[in-house]
């Protein structure tokens, strides 16, 4: 089985990484940034459209 990932970056520090896509909330429900702790909502986080679409998928 392939793990699956998105890549991720805050829009206040500029911080990316990557999250298995299974261990993130709701695309509608705040999440915080690890490094600043800014918190928006989850799409806000999505690197690309495609990230976007492959959380989608998973939930």
Do not use: G, Y
């Amino acid at each position: 089985m392939v793990e699956a990932f998105v890549r991720l970056v805050c829009p206040e520090c500029s911080k990316d990484w990557q999250e298995a896509p299974m261990d993130l909330p709701n695309l509608r429900e705040n999440f915080s940034c690890p490094s600043c702790h800014a918190t928006r909502r989850l799409s806000e986080f999505m690197r690309t459209e495609r990230d976007l679409e492959a959380v989608k998928q998973f939930q």
